[in-house]
C-alpha cells in the first residue's frame, strides 16, 4: 500500500513538472511589424548577395581589402573565438549519453584483531564452508579491474537545452565573424575614399596657392604703381598662410588615414597605392534595395542575434529544468579479488554494482532560483538586442538611401558654384587691373572659390561612402 502511494505521488510529480513551461522569446512579433518598404520605390531583389569585388571596382582597393581579410587581428580573434565556441560544442555534444570509464585499483586494509572485521576475517580461516582461496588474509589487499559507467537520464531536457545553447551559440560566433568580415570591407573602403579626397583636396590647394602667389605679385605691381597699398599685401599673405596652414592639415589626415588603413590590413604605416583621378572613382551605383524583410536572412548582426536568442531560450529551459528530480544511474562491473592470482578465474572473481536515484534539490533552491533569474535576464536581453538590431537595420538603409539621394542633388548644384566662382577669380583680377575692383574683391573670390572646390570633393566622397553604407546596411559583403 505504501509503494502504491509512493508511486501515484512520483507521477503527480511528473505531471507537475510537465505542466510548468518555460515562456520563450521568439522573433515573430518583431519581424512581422517591420515595415513593407524603405521608399516610395520597391524593388523585390536586393543587391545584399553582390560579392564584394563585382561592388568596388578600384583595382588597388580590392588589393588592400584581400589583404585585411587575411590579416586584420580582429578578424583573427573572430576565428579563435569560433574555435572556443566549437570545442564547448564538441564537449556538449555527448552529454547525454552515458560516461564510461576503464578503472584499475588496488588498496590495502588492515583491520584490528578487536573489531568486528578483524575477528570475522580470522575465522575464515577455520570455517569448513570455504577453501582456502577464499580465506581472507590480514591486512586484506582489494584489487579491482574493469569498467565504469555514470548516466544522468535526461527526463525533463535540461542536458538536451544544454546542447542547444551551444550549438546556437557555436552559429551565433561564426555570424559574428561575418559581421566583422562587411564592417572591415566598409571600413577599408571608406578610409580609401578618404585618402583619395584627401589628395585631391592637396591638389587644389596647390592650384590655388600659386593662384594665391600670382595674386600677390598683381598687387605688388600694382602698389609700386600706386594703385595699391600695403593693406592689400597683408591680407593677400594672410590668405596664403592660411591655405598653406589648411594643406599641412590635410596631410597630416592623410598620414593618420594612411596609418589606419595599414592597421585594418595587420601591417606597420607605409605608402599606400591609389588611383590619383579622383573624379574618376566609381562604385558600383546601380544596387537596389530589396524589401525590408530581406534584412533578417541578410544581415549578420541580426542572424548573430537571432541565435544568441536562440541559445538564451535553450539556458532558461534548461536552469528551470533543474529544480526537477534527477534520476541518475551508476553501474560497475569487472574482477575483483583480494588475490591478484585469482582474478582470472571466472566466474568466481566477476563482481558488479548497479544503483540508481532520483534525487530532488531541496536546500540549494535559492542557488537555482538566482541561477534562473539570471538565464531569464540574459533571455530578455538577447530579445532586445535582436528588436534593436532589426530596427537599427532598416533606420541605416533608410538614412543612405536618402542620403545618396540628396547627395547628388547637391553635388549638381554646387559644381555649378564650384563653375562659377572659379570664373570669379579671373573677372575680379581684370577688373582689379582696369580699376574698377579692389583687392578685397580678389581674396573674397579666392577664399570661395577654395571652399567650393573642397566642399565639392566632399560631396562627390558623401556620394561613395554612402554607397558603401548601403551595401554594408543591406548586408552585404560577408557571403
Not at 86 to 102: Q, S
Not at 156 to 164: A, D, E, S
Not at 260 to 286: E, H, M, S, V
Request: charged share 20%.
Amino acid at each position: 500500500m505504501l509503494k502504491f502511494k509512493i508511486y501515484n505521488l512520483f507521477l503527480v510529480l511528473i505531471i507537475f513538472f510537465a505542466s510548468c513551461k518555460t515562456k520563450q522569446l521568439q522573433t515573430d512579433t518583431i519581424n512581422n511589424n517591420l515595415p513593407k518598404k524603405f521608399s516610395d520605390s520597391t524593388n523585390s531583389l536586393s543587391s545584399s548577395n553582390l560579392k564584394w569585388k563585382e561592388f568596388y571596382f578600384d583595382p588597388n582597393l580590392v588589393s588592400l581589402i584581400d589583404t585585411a581579410l587575411k590579416n586584420n587581428f580582429d578578424l583573427k580573434i573572430a576565428l579563435q573565438k569560433i574555435e572556443t565556441y566549437r570545442a564547448v560544442l564538441k564537449t556538449n555534444k555527448g552529454i547525454r549519453l552515458p560516461d564510461l570509464g576503464v578503472n584499475a585499483a588496488f588498496g590495502q586494509r588492515k583491520f584490528g584483531d578487536y573489531t568486528m572485521d578483524g575477528v570475522g576475517n580470522y575465522d575464515t580461516q577455520f570455517s569448513t564452508n570455504i577453501n582456502n582461496k577464499q580465506q581472507i588474509p590480514n591486512p586484506l589487499p582489494d584489487y579491482n579491474v574493469g569498467f565504469q559507467t555514470s548516466w544522468e537520464i535526461d527526463l525533463w531536457g535540461k542536458l538536451k537545452n544544454k546542447k542547444k545553447s551551444a550549438a546556437s551559440k557555436f552559429i551565433a560566433s561564426q555570424y559574428g565573424k561575418d559581421l566583422i568580415v562587411t564592417n572591415l570591407i566598409a571600413e577599408v573602403a571608406t578610409a580609401y575614399y578618404e585618402l583619395i579626397a584627401y589628395d585631391e583636396e592637396v591638389q587644389i590647394l596647390n592650384e590655388n596657392i600659386e593662384l594665391q602667389k600670382n595674386a600677390i605679385e598683381m598687387v605688388l605691381a600694382q602698389k609700386e604703381a600706386g594703385k595699391a597699398n600695403e593693406l592689400a599685401i597683408e591680407l593677400m599673405t594672410a590668405q596664403l598662410l592660411n591655405s598653406k596652414t589648411i594643406k599641412a592639415e590635410i596631410e597630416q589626415l592623410t598620414i593618420e588615414t594612411i596609418s589606419n588603413i595599414n592597421f585594418l590590413c595587420g601591417t606597420y604605416p607605409y605608402n599606400l597605392n591609389r588611383d590619383t583621378n579622383y573624379l574618376a572613382q566609381k562604385i558600383n551605383n546601380a544596387i537596389v534595395t530589396g524589401i525590408p524583410s530581406d534584412l533578417i536572412n541578410n544581415r549578420a548582426d541580426i542572424k548573430q542575434a537571432e541565435f544568441e536568442l536562440k541559445a538564451s531560450n535553450a539556458d532558461v529551459k534548461s536552469a528551470k529544468a533543474a529544480f526537477y528530480p534527477s534520476l541518475n544511474i551508476n553501474a560497475l562491473i569487472g574482477l575483483q579479488s583480494f588475490n591478484a592470482l585469482l582474478l582470472t578465474e571466472l566466474p568466481a572473481s566477476l563482481a558488479y554494482n548497479t544503483i540508481g536515484g532520483l534525487t530532488a534539490p531541496l536546500l540549494n533552491r535559492r542557488k537555482l532560483k538566482g541561477e534562473l533569474m539570471a538565464a531569464e535576464s540574459e533571455q530578455k536581453q538577447a530579445y532586445i538586442n535582436y528588436e534593436r538590431n532589426v530596427v537599427n537595420a532598416f533606420k541605416e538603409v533608410y538614412v543612405a538611401v536618402n542620403n545618396i539621394k540628396n547627395s547628388k542633388v547637391m553635388y549638381e548644384l554646387k559644381k555649378e558654384e564650384v563653375d562659377l566662382l572659379k570664373k570669379s577669380i579671373s573677372t575680379s583680377s581684370e577688373l582689379f587691373r582696369a580699376g574698377r575692383a579692389n583687392y578685397l574683391e580678389i581674396i573674397t573670390s579666392q577664399k570661395n572659390s577654395l571652399h567650393s572646390q573642397i566642399e565639392l570633393i566632399n560631396l562627390f566622397k558623401r556620394q561613395n561612402i554612402s554607397l558603401i553604407n548601403l551595401y554594408k546596411a543591406l548586408g552585404g559583403g560577408w557571403k
